[in-house]
């Protein structure tokens, strides 16, 4: 009987052997890495934006302007009335901005020689300026009594703009136009006042002139769209995203465009400059906000987000990782940064540290896809597809070249893309930030939302990379920071 039961003893722990054995070797581990710390695994139905408004609730202080995407369904302006462009008239317009600049970057040092020096050549209209694709917008009142007006927001531009009356041309708006005329603290600017001289202190200079000793602004872009008005100075206020307060910045300093023109869109609104030019609203506001803001980016086109000027009172960001803005001979006007590497699900890319450095890299609101230094995005492409194999691969989409077709699924598994910087900083892109639905309501067309610039041209991580990503600009510090927390 003994012998009986030793031997079932045994029998049993050969058994349990085996069982683990296979166990082992089914959920096989690399060192220190699992399935789930390399790859997100979603339900397909949320790469698809929501048709129900899901509003942010983690604004952080009174000081915060909530961010809406145009065309959702959170949207004031049209409540899905306008038709919201295809991704490929976005990506078209992506890519003017992207080569607009770099053409920036490329040829403008800081006391604007070469800037004057090409001049004479044959440059395309709108050499200093490009609005992108992005339309995430806040909402602003401008004069006494304040007027509504809509704004994008744009790290990448200098000046801040809308449309007023009397207008020589508007393009349509889906707001009334403000009228300078029914605001008591509305002044124009003399010709020869320091304010009128940010305009030609600027790199480049907008295009100065005087009508009638008035300042005059020019904006032009690179798809022929531009706003030409005078430079003027009024009070702007917030209806900050708690609804109890309003944060008041008095003579405060626009243009006010007469004639304007976009060449792409059925209704459009202004725009907010957010740079590091002297006449950004950044630089405006230097001594109440210390020159220093972070915003979220919606997560989708359902979702809202929020910008937030000045320091939080806790400085509780320990979820935050700077990265230090390089000094370089030039006074750059965007936020630059310098990547150090990129991995997919965990493995860092065979890129050499030359080819992240060949025109350098920026943070930018106002760009869409991420764009980066053909050599990089090769190598991207070439892990996450080989990652990708499982599924069907439906080639391109006008200006994507990476694409999948996951009609078939409930569930897929998305490799993790992160964004190594200077210091030590690593950004883990979230899944709405890696993929994207390119066809309204439909996951037959999901793409990498990651393209390659033209050769020379350094990299611009677009607002799409930066979903579900608190990104802070602090430019007196010269850093930029990241983390997530705040925005999920």
């Not at 990503?469 to 850093?479: A, L, N, Q, T």
């Amino acid at each position: 009987m003994a012998v009986f039961l030793r031997f079932l003893l045994q029998a049993s722990l050969l058994v349990s052997c085996l069982v683990c054995s296979c166990f082992q070797n089914t959920y096989a581990k690399e060192p220190g890495e699992s399935q789930h710390s390399r790859s997100h695994i979603v339900s397909v139905s949320s790469l698809l934006p929501s048709t129900v408004c899901n509003r942010s609730r983690k604004v952080s202080s009174k000081d915060s302007l909530e961010l809406v995407h145009k065309h959702g369904p959170c949207s004031e302006l049209n409540q899905g009335k306008a038709k919201a462009p295809s991704w490929s008239e976005i990506l078209l317009k992506d890519q003017a901005r992207v080569r607009s600049i770099n053409f920036r970057r490329r040829y403008m040092n800081s006391d604007g020689n070469r800037f004057e020096q090409t001049k004479s050549k044959n440059l395309p209209f709108g050499y200093d300026l490009a609005i992108g694709g992005s339309e995430i917008y806040a909402k602003i009142d401008i004069g006494t009594p304040g007027q509504s007006n809509y704004v994008i927001l744009d790290t990448g531009s200098d000046i801040t703009w809308i449309q007023c009356k009397p207008c020589l041309r508007c393009f349509k708006q889906p707001s009334p136009i403000f009228d300078p005329s029914k605001s008591s603290s509305y002044t124009t600017l003399p010709c020869n006042s320091s304010k009128c001289n940010l305009l030609s202190d600027s790199r480049p200079p907008h295009p100065q002139r005087c009508l009638s000793n008035k300042c005059f602004y020019s904006s032009g872009y690179v798809d022929g769209s531009f706003s030409k008005g005078y430079f003027v100075q009024d009070k702007l206020t917030f209806p900050t995203a708690d609804s109890k307060s309003k944060l008041v910045v008095n003579n405060y300093l626009f243009g006010c465009g007469l004639n304007n023109r976009d060449t792409n869109s059925e209704s459009s609104i202004g725009l907010m400059g957010l740079s590091r030019a002297p006449i950004s609203f950044v630089y405006q506001t230097a001594s109440k906000f210390k020159k220093y803001f972070s915003y979220c980016i919606p997560s989708d086109y359902s979702s809202t987000g929020y910008l937030t000027f000045g320091k939080p009172n806790d400085l509780n960001h320990k979820y935050i990782k700077f990265t230090p803005i390089p000094t370089t001979p030039q006074q750059s006007q965007y936020y630059d940064v310098n990547i150090t590497g990129i991995s997919v699900a965990g493995k860092i890319l065979p890129i050499k540290g030359s080819v992240y450095a060949d025109g350098g890299a920026i943070v930018d609101s106002g760009t869409v896809f991420t764009w980066l230094q053909p050599e990089a995005y090769a190598a991207l492409r070439s892990a996450f597809r080989k990652e990708m194999a499982r599924y069907k691969f439906v080639g391109a989409n006008v200006n994507t070249d990476t694409c999948y077709d996951f009609s078939s699924y409930q569930t897929v598994v998305i490799p993790k893309v992160s964004f190594f910087f200077k210091g030590g900083v690593e950004l883990e892109v979230d899944v709405k930030g890696t993929m994207v639905a390119v066809v309204a309501d439909d996951v037959r067309k999901v793409c990498l939302a990651f393209g390659a610039a033209n050769k020379g041209d350094g990299a611009t991580l677009g607002n799409i990379m930066q979903r579900s990503i608190e990104v802070v600009h602090d430019v007196e510090g010269r850093r930029v920071g990241f983390g997530h927390g705040t925005c999920a």
